[in-house]
């Protein structure tokens, strides 16, 4: 909905003193100082019990014997939770598959899974107790890797494809035919904050819960489901999180519902924070998947044919991963016109843990799957691997998706012919070939790729956002809206929008904690939707309060509302001024609502997923990297040397919020790509559960040099004052560090012959592609 008058790209109240400025993130001095609070820094109600988590002992068996007796008695221990204690429903599935259950009941179906949970008087007797239970499950065939479970027939859903011309066809009558497999890592989402819920009983059996989540509805509703009482009768809030990257989007409720059982059984306040390794082995990951592809290429360099196929391993359950498999397709293409394209998804239910939502829900895979065909494709051509990327890039009678989307905002060639002069690409090429020539031990590569990302949630009914502003009688503002902080800014940009809405200080907006009391009924903070969302949904409720104040301002000192303009903490009406203060006191005194509800809903988008085709995406946000590395032939380490990058933000509402984000999302991508590797043993047990065995990137690990450069532009649709989402396209500008290791070992090979790189490319990854090439295997 939006206001008649409201326009997204401008102020109509005065000078934007707030919006396009680089202000600092709300909570910049807490998070330094120490002082920001987390779930686990909330002082706890007197008398709050502490619960843990007991898992499975194997991937996959029906229970045999439960014998809990000893973590009863044990020290400290208040009572013992089974999926028997809970009075609603045994789920905590996000899309109401039923296939999640708080705790398992009669069968287990991966190594870890919640069981049973201890409510002590400590945590760490809570934690100790749990060590105690005498577990037997009896023993099945287990599906660990997506090529059992494709062999066994075992799928979470239906398989699904977008498909456009005739592939096969035009792989056929293509001149230069390859083909291949990619097998594409996983990744931990690592917030720096675990996986936390405090729970307080209240009158009337309601409950109040205070998560670390992203989704706060969904929180209160998995909480009323398992407790078996209303919607209304669960509050649920954040203030902020430590870190969520995807994890805490569905994966939240299950601890939620936890502590709030533990509350209700025993009617005092519970809390529950998972350890480290217990969080990496219970919660979900980004999802890994193999795709086999093969492309077809003309004599001129333009692809006409490619076909992948990914296998993604699901884990057990649903959770999110239809969703995130069909964005998977979605950003096969990436920034790639291909006349004939397939790009089919299987997903396959295999006795892990089960895989959620990630930053880039689902499109990096797509889109690290393509530049490796790209790069596989240039070394089989003898071309440079930029001139075939801009020679394949969506264009003027080239500008439809697989999907029937047309490319209405193309800037892809614009952004990558920036970059390529920004980095000194062609020069610094032609140095890396004299280095490698001297040089045969460390050598270097070097690599340019682009990325199309498309914004809106695919699943349609989510994109819709609330907010609630209040203006208090001394001129101070109240905000409150559905989406959640978790360190990247979206409070700050929503908070700049609304103090410019009113002409006033950014420093008069009050920041408040998410909660479901106060906007009901939220979409999750995902998508990179944010502020697209929650900042129109503000300004609305911000709008129709000044649009008040306005016609009070013209009735009271004689003049017309749609003179009225709010500027420098005063409204001005003719040749008049009145503070804003003021005013806001006099209204209140003459009975003008000061409190509005706004409510704001994507337009123009659709998808019919049974056709595969429609406008899934409100617009797309665009971006490259050049990524220059240097790899040591004899033991497969490596290092990223340089990085440059242009990125489309639109007209940025908050360059330091943006560019720390673009750095931050980079390096995240970058730790997936090249050292952060997940485990499993053939009895389906994780491990890498601990930072021990779990390499996230670290200070040392970013790029000595450094450069990030936002694109001057403007969002062609009628986003919030014409800005870009942020939140999840950059991971995807750390395929440039893929395709540079890349690079750099195909010089080792000649032409016809494949680099066999997969991801993560680890130092070992790297390693076995160089002796494979050196033993001449293909």
Same mark, same amino acid.
């Given at each position: 909905?939006?206001?008649s008058?409201?326009?997204?790209?401008?102020?109509?109240?005065?000078e934007?003193?707030? =919006?396009?400025?680089?202000?600092?993130?709300d909570?910049?001095?807490?998070?330094?100082?120490?002082?920001?609070?987390?779930?686990d820094?909330?002082?706890?109600?007197?008398?709050?019990?502490? =619960?843990?988590?007991?898992?499975?002992p194997k991937?996959?068996?029906?229970?045999a014997?439960?014998?809990?007796?000893a973590?009863?008695?044990?020290p400290?221990v208040?009572?013992?939770?089974?999926?028997?204690d809970?009075?609603?429903?045994?789920?905590?599935?996000p899309?109401?598959?039923?296939?999640?259950p708080?705790?398992a009941?009669?069968?287990?179906?991966?190594?870890?899974?919640?069981?049973?949970?201890?409510?002590?008087?400590?945590?760490?007797?809570?934690?100790?107790?749990t060590?105690?239970?005498?577990i037997e499950i009896?023993?099945?065939e287990?599906?660990?890797s997506?090529e059992?479970?494709?062999a066994?027939?075992?799928?979470?859903?239906p398989?699904f494809?977008?498909?456009?011309?005739?592939p096969?066809?035009?792989?056929?009558?293509?001149?230069?035919?390859l083909?291949?497999?990619?097998?594409i890592?996983? %990744?931990?989402?690592f917030?720096?904050e675990?996986?936390?819920?405090?729970a307080?009983?209240?009158e009337?059996?309601?409950?109040?819960?205070?998560?670390?989540?992203?989704?706060?509805?969904?929180?209160?509703?998995?909480?009323a489901?398992?407790?078996?009482?209303?919607?209304?009768?669960?509050?649920?809030?954040?203030?902020?999180m430590?870190?969520?990257?995807?994890?805490?989007?569905? %994966?939240?409720? %299950?601890?939620?519902?936890?502590?709030?059982?533990?509350a209700?059984?025993?009617?005092?306040?519970?809390?529950?924070r998972l350890?480290r390794?217990?969080?990496?082995?219970?919660?979900g990951?980004?999802?890994?998947?193999?795709?086999?592809?093969r492309?077809?290429?003309?004599?001129?360099?333009?692809l006409?044919a490619?076909?992948?196929?990914?296998?993604?391993?699901?884990?057990?359950?649903?959770?999110?991963?239809?969703?995130?498999?069909?964005?998977?397709?979605?950003?096969?293409?990436?920034?790639?016109?291909v006349?004939?394209?397939?790009a089919?998804t299987?997903r396959?239910r295999t006795n892990t843990?089960?895989?959620?939502?990630?930053?880039?829900?689902?499109?990096?895979q797509?889109?690290?799957?393509?530049e490796h065909?790209?790069?596989q494709?240039?070394?089989?051509?003898?071309?440079d691997?930029?001139?075939?990327r801009?020679?394949?890039?969506?264009?003027?009678?080239?500008?439809?998706?697989?999907?029937?989307?047309?490319?209405?905002?193309?800037?892809?060639?614009e952004?990558?012919?920036k970059?390529?002069?920004?980095?000194n690409?062609?020069?610094?090429?032609?140095?890396i070939?004299?280095?490698n020539?001297?040089?045969p031990?460390?050598?270097k590569?070097?690599?340019?790729?682009?990325?199309?990302?498309?914004?809106s949630f695919t699943?349609?009914?989510?994109?819709q956002?609330g907010?609630?502003v209040?203006v208090?009688?001394?001129?101070s503002?109240?905000?409150?809206?559905?989406?959640?902080?978790?360190?990247?800014?979206?409070?700050?940009?929503?908070a700049?929008v609304?103090?410019?809405?009113?002409g006033?200080?950014?420093?008069? =907006?009050k920041?408040?904690a998410t909660?479901?009391?106060?906007?009901?009924?939220?979409?999750?903070t995902a998508?990179?939707?944010?502020?697209?969302?929650?900042?129109?949904?503000?300004?609305?409720a911000?709008?129709?309060?000044r649009?008040r104040?306005?016609?009070?301002?013209?009735?009271?000192?004689?003049?017309?509302?749609?003179?009225?303009r709010f500027?420098?903490n005063?409204?001005?009406?003719?040749?008049r001024?009145?503070a804003?203060?003021d005013l806001a006191r006099?209204?209140?005194m003459?009975?003008?609502?000061?409190?509005s509800?706004g409510?704001?809903?994507t337009?123009?988008?659709?998808?019919?997923r049974k056709?595969?085709?429609?406008?899934?995406?409100?617009?797309f946000?665009?971006?490259?990297?050049?990524?220059?590395?240097?790899?040591d032939?004899?033991t497969g380490e490596?290092?990223?040397?340089?990085?440059?990058?242009v990125?489309?933000v639109?007209?940025?509402?908050?360059?330091?919020?943006?560019?720390? %984000?673009?750095?931050?999302g980079?390096?995240?991508g970058?730790?997936?790509?090249?050292t952060?590797?997940?485990?499993?043993?053939d009895?389906?047990?994780l491990?890498?559960?601990?930072?021990?065995?779990?390499?996230?990137?670290?200070a040392s690990?970013?790029?000595?040099?450094f450069?990030?450069?936002l694109?001057?532009?403007?969002?062609?649709?009628e986003?919030?004052?014409?800005?870009k989402?942020v939140?999840?396209?950059p991971?995807m500008?750390?395929?440039s =560090?893929?395709s540079?290791?890349?690079?750099?070992?195909?010089?080792?090979?000649p032409s016809?012959?494949?680099?066999?790189?997969?991801a993560?490319?680890?130092?070992?990854a790297i390693?076995?592609?160089?002796?494979t090439?050196?033993?001449g295997r293909?």
């Amino acid at each position: 909905m939006m206001l008649s008058g409201l326009d997204p790209f401008d102020n109509t109240t005065g000078e934007l003193r707030s =919006v396009r400025k680089a202000v600092r993130h709300d909570s910049a001095e807490k998070h330094v100082s120490g002082s920001a609070l987390y779930v686990d820094d909330v002082g706890a109600p007197a008398g709050t019990l502490h =619960v843990a988590v007991g898992g499975s002992p194997k991937a996959r068996g029906r229970i045999a014997r439960l014998d809990l007796e000893a973590v009863r008695t044990a020290p400290g221990v208040v009572t013992v939770l089974t999926a028997a204690d809970i009075p609603g429903h045994n789920d905590v599935s996000p899309v109401g598959t039923g296939d999640d259950p708080v705790l398992a009941d009669g069968d287990v179906r991966f190594h870890g899974q919640p069981i049973f949970a201890v409510v002590a008087e400590t945590r760490d007797a809570a934690r100790r107790a749990t060590r105690l239970a005498r577990i037997e499950i009896e023993d099945a065939e287990a599906h660990l890797s997506v090529e059992t479970a494709e062999a066994a027939g075992s799928r979470i859903s239906p398989d699904f494809e977008i498909v456009r011309g005739e592939p096969a066809e035009a792989f056929d009558g293509a001149p230069l035919r390859l083909s291949g497999t990619l097998a594409i890592g996983g %990744q931990e989402h690592f917030y720096l904050e675990g996986q936390a819920a405090l729970a307080i009983p209240q009158e009337d059996g309601d409950m109040y819960v205070l998560s670390s989540t992203q989704h706060p509805s969904e929180v209160q509703k998995a909480v009323a489901d398992v407790l078996g009482i209303a919607i209304n009768a669960v509050t649920s809030e954040v203030r902020r999180m430590g870190g969520g990257f995807g994890g805490k989007e569905s %994966q939240a409720g %299950q601890w939620a519902c936890l502590a709030a059982l533990a509350a209700r059984v025993t009617g005092r306040p519970c809390k529950l924070r998972l350890d480290r390794d217990d969080d990496m082995i219970m919660t979900g990951k980004r999802h890994d998947m193999l795709a086999r592809w093969r492309v077809g290429v003309g004599d001129d360099g333009l692809l006409r044919a490619v076909d992948i196929t990914f296998l993604a391993r699901c884990g057990f359950s649903t959770d999110l991963s239809d969703s995130v498999v069909d964005r998977t397709a979605f950003h096969t293409d990436n920034a790639y016109f291909v006349p004939n394209i397939a790009a089919r998804t299987k997903r396959m239910r295999t006795n892990t843990v089960s895989n959620t939502a990630f930053r880039g829900f689902g499109g990096p895979q797509g889109i690290l799957a393509i530049e490796h065909v790209m790069d596989q494709t240039a070394h089989a051509l003898g071309l440079d691997p930029f001139d075939l990327r801009t020679r394949n890039l969506y264009g003027p009678d080239r500008d439809v998706t697989p999907y029937g989307m047309t490319v209405f905002d193309n800037i892809a060639p614009e952004v990558m012919a920036k970059l390529e002069a920004m980095s000194n690409y062609r020069s610094r090429r032609r140095m890396i070939a004299e280095h490698n020539e001297a040089a045969p031990i460390l050598r270097k590569g070097i690599a340019i790729t682009p990325v199309k990302f498309g914004i809106s949630f695919t699943a349609t009914h989510l994109n819709q956002a609330g907010a609630l502003v209040h203006v208090y009688t001394d001129g101070s503002v109240h905000l409150n809206h559905g989406g959640t902080e978790m360190g990247q800014g979206l409070f700050i940009k929503v908070a700049q929008v609304v103090a410019d809405e009113f002409g006033i200080d950014l420093d008069r =907006v009050k920041i408040t904690a998410t909660t479901t009391g106060k906007v009901p009924n939220t979409a999750p903070t995902a998508a990179s939707s944010g502020t697209d969302l929650n900042a129109m949904a503000a300004r609305v409720a911000a709008a129709r309060i000044r649009e008040r104040l306005a016609a009070f301002a013209a009735e009271t000192y004689d003049g017309a509302a749609e003179d009225v303009r709010f500027r420098d903490n005063q409204v001005f009406v003719g040749n008049r001024s009145v503070a804003f203060t003021d005013l806001a006191r006099q209204a209140f005194m003459a009975r003008v609502s000061l409190s509005s509800t706004g409510f704001y809903r994507t337009p123009k988008i659709h998808w019919d997923r049974k056709k595969g085709e429609g406008r899934p995406f409100f617009y797309f946000a665009y971006g490259a990297a050049c990524s220059e590395v240097t790899i040591d032939t004899l033991t497969g380490e490596l290092r990223v040397d340089r990085v440059d990058i242009v990125h489309d933000v639109g007209k940025s509402l908050n360059p330091a919020i943006d560019i720390g %984000q673009i750095e931050g999302g980079f390096v995240q991508g970058m730790g997936w790509l090249t050292t952060e590797e997940l485990v499993w043993d053939d009895e389906g047990r994780l491990r890498t559960h601990a930072p021990s065995t779990y390499k996230i990137p670290t200070a040392s690990d970013v790029p000595a040099e450094f450069n990030v450069h936002l694109h001057d532009g403007i969002n062609r649709e009628e986003a919030i004052y014409g800005s870009k989402a942020v939140g999840e396209p950059p991971l995807m500008l750390a395929a440039s =560090v893929h395709s540079a290791i890349f690079d750099a070992i195909a010089g080792l090979a000649p032409s016809d012959t494949q680099i066999p790189l997969d991801a993560p490319a680890s130092p070992e990854a790297i390693l076995r592609a160089i002796t494979t090439i050196r033993e001449g295997r293909r």
